[in-house]
């Protein structure tokens, strides 16, 4: 039963999706994918590397110039990712094309995670025998 829990937990955890932020600013703590201007691409190749499309990670803080994130990935136009390990950097606005928010696909989550769940239950349930198949198999009754 472990593994049913731990599956669909791993399902469950794929069900995001990146959408325009609802205010101005994002918050601290916030998970955003910050896409880059032309400019902004140029200008930052020689820390993001060449052809850097978009940057994914955490808001660390937020200025009027700047926005400092704590990076998991940096997209390029070639579709290569590059993973990171939270470095801090800071973006100037001037660079910033947009922001997108990181949020729970509820539809979906739901959706995939019933499907996944119930598919797992059955699984386990056939691998252990722990469900019967109404033949009335197993130990007879004890004599009378």
């Not at 979906?108 to 797992?120: F, Q």
């Amino acid at each position: 039963m472990h593994i049913v829990i731990i599956a669909a937990t791993l399902v469950l955890a794929g069900c995001y999706s990146y959408q325009p932020l609802a205010r101005a600013t994002p918050i601290p703590n916030t998970r955003v994918v910050v896409q880059l201007t032309d400019a902004g691409t140029q200008r930052l190749a020689g820390y993001l590397g060449r052809n850097s499309t978009s940057v994914d990670g955490r808001v660390l803080g937020v200025s009027d110039s700047m926005l400092q994130l704590s990076v998991v990935a940096v997209h390029a136009t070639d579709g290569d990712v590059h993973y990171w390990k939270g470095e801090p950097i800071d973006l100037p606005r001037e660079t910033i094309a947009g922001i997108l928010q990181r949020r729970l696909a509820k539809g979906s989550t739901a959706l995939v995670g019933g499907i996944a769940t119930a598919v797992l239950v059955g699984l386990a349930g056939v691998l252990t025998g722990g469900f019967s198949d109404g033949s009335g198999g197993g130990p007879p009754p004890p004599p009378k």
